[in-house]
């Protein structure tokens, strides 16, 4: 954040413009990428806009996960069965409180012409599925869970169905996602200059953007944008005051999860063009010490030795509770049968016991609180059962083999990565709302730049899921204005 | 919220005026009051306009706290010792995550001089302590705990003190308070418009703001507001969108604090203008299920039916955590010995029994825990001690006379009231900041329609207590431009 910025200029103080386009895109990750691409599919003249000097943005970082359902080619290659309906289901109890149904419907409905579309890009997806918890970071298979569907209470909720589509790659999934998609954007006909950062966004006197303010190697350039600008240019993970001032607890995070370029300008650029910024407390908050599954075995228990989760549950579930619920602070208890060295990240432990009672000292855990919390969980997970969480019996089976340890779940160790949800209000065509619920003229958004279907309650791909979804809906909509010439 | 409303409007298309000030006051509650007799003071031609048909606003209705410290003149007559620097220790871990530190500093180090502005506006204040926990609801002592000061955690980071300054009167405090605000106000010369709605600002080309224009039973007015506008027109509580958008979980509460015109249209207005709005998932979440105090008692489990605080703290920091970190569910379980009916709210049992294991069966409780998390607590109380939580020794008796029972503490209870702690964000003089932390020309807020103090973590008093205090910086400050004549 630069103090006194200036992100909004008068159209009458802009005298003849560098450049002109039909739609300008600001931020070329995925986002911006699917923007672009349908955009210039419909005929638009599109310009895309980077700050750094090359594409991908955080997404070709990423995971490379697509959140898809309801019936895909690839759920349906697989045997999976699904719907818009029992994806939508999932999505309302998941992504709450106060789930964005206008914006999960339209998703849900639209998810397997997305996934062919994304395909069409060329993204190859392998016909397997991932039998693990959640991701297969060491195979090259195509679909997974990659939230809590199968696991309580959300299978209580929504018949189960994998919706984590994977391109096919063992590593760098995010890179093969996105080199097609920014291939395809290039193929298009789309134009890009990199090292161009948006400072401002150009207004006319009735509120309509018309265009923008770049910060060149050359200098300052002035841009034209004839139908509209879409603003795609991350989130603010990487911005500590913004943060402080919307989203305190993702700061006390071990790691990040994005490029420093998501600091936030995009929300502010939509902020100073009279958009409404919603729900910017929320956040992604893995806790990241899965895989190996295997660990699913021992409890998280909270300061006071009690459980608070079934063990089974998507890490980004779990790690949103410690961090919100848990004040950041939680243990996972394991005996010497399910230990093993979680794969990504390093850990430490808290303490280590002989006995659930020396464990519970060494920690420094309520005394008793550890054993008694053990000697519940022991004698109902011997008959297979998890009556306080509902772990599934896979996973149940008695602490029993010593020694014991504890791993520090302490939200600023490492494998505690956030990323900011929250962001622009948009509508189900990516257009950017204000305070009264009215549409910025001219101005869309997309990706982590807006508030989107996850508010609270991620699932891995929903993030790359609607930035694509909402981003080619953005591009389609812009290029399909009638267009303002200059007054 | 009116779909399609226009908040701000160009000053070049505001023809002549119809009326003219130096410092226009949106709103006529506690923070409008103050910061209205402080610009009259400085010499400034006040108008404060108000949407309904009186003076008070949501302050006229409530309980008339002030939460003021560091060693006020009441705190002295009593015999308290307080500090500055203590009151800091307090707020900065009890307002948290985050907490303001830009606003609470200057708020505590102007506490003692607040307070004796307070009584010179003529409220009278009995030098009696109330030793009850919290609030004196039926008699008219003076000074009270209220908020978590003297009980776990914050006993241990700063020294007790009591912050809660009520006005003399055994009911209707708040009337009080504000009759003799009100009464100050126009004593200085401050004149009024009622029925008068802000639904517009008017900003000049270089963004200052200049003035507003008014709906009024007469039709539209348009006021010239020479030397600034202050936004003192409460929270949001009452606007159902907003809450969705940006504090849905507040939406769960049984009970909104407020009058119907907490509807969020400051902060709206604030927003056209330029001005950031800021923590808006915030609000106060009050459980008013004490007194009576021997409720404390009893246990708060959760669904688990495991204890996870200490009962004693104030009631709005149990609320907090209720909705917040258990979902919105819990129950007190209570014996024969502590069971009292709370006297502000009607309540329900979800269950009754003779035995622990009965009132567990019939509640619903997960098998044999609520009996485990009894059977620790008992034992421990017995001696005195709470392991767990550090509940303070008057309220550690064992559960032991039957039958025993649990109070439904679900968040749709009336006894669950919210009202909205997010809004503009201001600096120490009450001006608006903007996303890059630039002030905004001629606009200033104050109370609800600001964030202020309390981020979260509310204590009794912080809403008056900031409200009036940095609504008078804002009025002094606005009484002190320059002021800018219509160009």
Chains 1, 2 share one sequence.
Request: proline residues 5%.
């Amino acid at each position: 954040m630069i103090e006194g910025e200036v992100l909004r200029r008068d159209a009458r103080d802009v005298g003849r413009y560098d450049l002109e386009c039909d739609v300008l895109v600001v931020g070329f990750g995925c986002a911006g990428a699917c923007a672009a691409i349908e955009a210039a599919r419909a005929g638009a003249k599109v310009l895309v806009v980077e700050r750094s000097g090359g594409a991908g943005g955080t997404s070709i970082n990423s995971g490379g996960f697509l959140y898809l359902g309801g019936g895909t080619a690839l759920q349906k290659a697989l045997g999976y069965e699904d719907s818009a309906e029992n994806m939508f289901r999932y999505m309302m109890a998941a992504c709450g409180p106060a789930p964005d149904e206008a914006l999960i419907a339209p998703y849900c409905e639209g998810s397997v012409e997305h996934f062919d579309w994304i395909v069409a890009q060329g993204v190859p997806y392998r016909a397997s599925y991932f039998p693990g918890n959640h991701e297969p970071f060491t195979t090259d298979d195509g679909l997974t869970y990659s939230g809590s569907e199968h696991v309580h209470p959300f299978n209580q909720i929504a018949t189960p169905a994998p919706r984590g589509h994977a391109p096919q790659s063992i590593r760098d999934k995010g890179a093969l996602l996105m080199n097609k998609l920014i291939a395809s954007a290039l193929g298009a006909g789309v134009k890009t200059a990199y090292q161009s950062r948006c400072d401002a966004l150009v207004l006319e006197r009735d509120g309509r953007v018309v265009g923008a303010v770049l910060s060149t190697l050359e200098g300052e350039r002035t841009v034209r944008a004839k139908k509209g600008v879409v603003l795609t240019a991350g989130g603010f993970i990487y911005n500590e005051a913004m943060l402080a001032r919307y989203a305190p607890a993702l700061a006390r995070c071990g790691s990040k999860v994005g490029t420093e370029t998501d600091d936030g300008l995009g929300i502010r650029l939509g902020l100073a063009a009279g958009g409404e910024a919603i729900r910017m407390d929320a956040g992604d908050i893995s806790m990241a010490i899965f895989p190996p599954n295997r660990l699913r075995s021992g409890i998280f228990v909270n300061r006071s030795g009690q459980r608070f989760l079934n063990e089974d549950v998507y890490f980004g579930r779990a790690g949103e509770l410690v961090l919100l619920h848990q004040d950041g602070q939680a243990y996972l208890v394991v005996d010497d049968a399910c230990f093993e060295r979680p794969s990504m990240f390093p850990i430490e432990l808290a303490g280590v016991g002989e006995t659930i009672a020396e464990l519970e000292a060494e920690v420094g855990l309520p005394k008793g609180m550890l054993e008694a919390t053990v000697a519940y969980y022991n004698e109902h997970a011997a008959r297979g059962e998890d009556p306080l969480f509902h772990k599934l019996p896979t996973w149940l089976t008695p602490l029993a083999k010593p020694p014991f340890a504890a791993i520090d779940l302490r939200a600023d160790q490492p494998f505690f990565t956030a990323f900011t949800l929250g962001g622009l209000r948009i509508d189900a065509n990516g257009r950017v709302l204000g305070a009264s619920g009215e549409s910025i003229p001219g101005l869309y958004a997309a990706g982590r730049t807006t508030s989107g279907v996850a508010k609270q309650g991620y699932s891995s791909g929903m993030s790359l899921g609607d930035g694509s979804f909402f981003g080619r809906r953005a591009g389609r909509h812009a290029a399909a204005q009638a267009g303002r010439e200059a007054q």
